[in-house]
T-cell receptor, first 113, second 118 residues
Framework: NAGVMQNPRHLVRRRGQEARLRCSPM?????VYWYRQLPEEGLKFMVY????????ESGMPKERFSAEFPKEGPSILRIQQVVRGDSAAYFC???????????FGEGSRLTVL | AQTVTQSQPEMSVQEAETVTLSCTYD???????LFWYKQPPSRQMILVIR??????QNATENRFSVNFQKAAKSFSLKISDSQLGDAAMYFC???????????????FGKGTLLTVNP
């Protein structure tokens, strides 16, 4: 009974490169959420997706950031032209219902040099 | 907008003793959920305990219990018989329960780092 799977666990990018973070929700979960954790901060909501739909992206920067959850395959958080301020841990969570309990993955730590 | 405040950046406790972590929140809603999450060095977010605002009874989960004071908007976590494995960052979180709106979002505090001394 696999939990929420995120990869890569660690990603190093140079400024200007692209970062792609993947999240496979728990089996039977069709709601995916991405949160960002900056150093010494709590997690902050970025985006909420259902299969093939972005429901709420109000917490995601308008530029350089995008997210998708295709019909097949994992959810992807994509950061283009990364800057040092993007260095953070990115957590994915999933739920069976949109008001259901969230189950978190182990996070992907992005370091921008 | 809701806010969650954890006023203790760090706390320490001796093994086998009891420690209380504080959390206050601000909301104009009457129906909501409150959570405590644990983040050990592995960084995974683990749900420790959950409280529904409409319930007067404080939630308990084995050695973990909460003191929920709705009028004071306070939600503290008590860890009894502390163990070395309890050492972690603890986050308090809020989620609205009102229908419609953003009742899927969790709002987190900044966390309290708990050290357990042997």
């Amino acid at each position: 009974n696999a939990g929420v799977m995120q990869n890569p666990r660690h990603l190093v990018r140079r400024r200007g490169q692209e970062a792609r973070l993947r999240c496979s929700p728990m089996k039977g979960h069709s709601h995916v959420y991405w949160y960002r954790q900056l150093p010494e901060e709590g997690l902050k909501f970025m985006v909420y997706l259902q299969k093939e739909n972005i429901i709420d992206e109000s917490g995601m920067p308008k530029e350089r950031f995008s997210a998708e959850f295709p019909k097949e395959g994992p959810s992807i958080l994509r950061i283009q032209q990364v800057v040092r301020g993007d260095s953070a841990a990115y957590f994915c969570a999933s739920s069976r219902l949109y008001t259901g309990e969230l189950f978190f993955g182990e996070g992907s730590r992005l370091t921008v040099l | 907008a809701q806010t969650v405040t954890q006023s203790q950046p760090e706390m320490s406790v001796q093994e086998a003793e009891t420690v209380t972590l504080s959390c206050t929140y601000d909301t104009s809603e009457s129906d909501y959920y409150l959570f405590w999450y644990k983040q050990p060095p592995s960084r995974q977010m683990i749900l420790v305990i959950r409280q529904e605002a409409y319930k007067q009874q404080n939630a308990t989960e084995n050695r973990f219990s909460v003191n929920f004071q709705k009028a004071a908007k306070s939600f503290s976590l008590k860890i009894s018989d502390s163990q070395l494995g309890d050492a972690a960052m603890y986050f308090c979180a809020y989620r609205s329960a009102s229908s419609g709106g953003s009742n899927y979002k969790l709002t987190f505090g900044k966390g309290t780092l708990l050290t357990v001394n042997p």
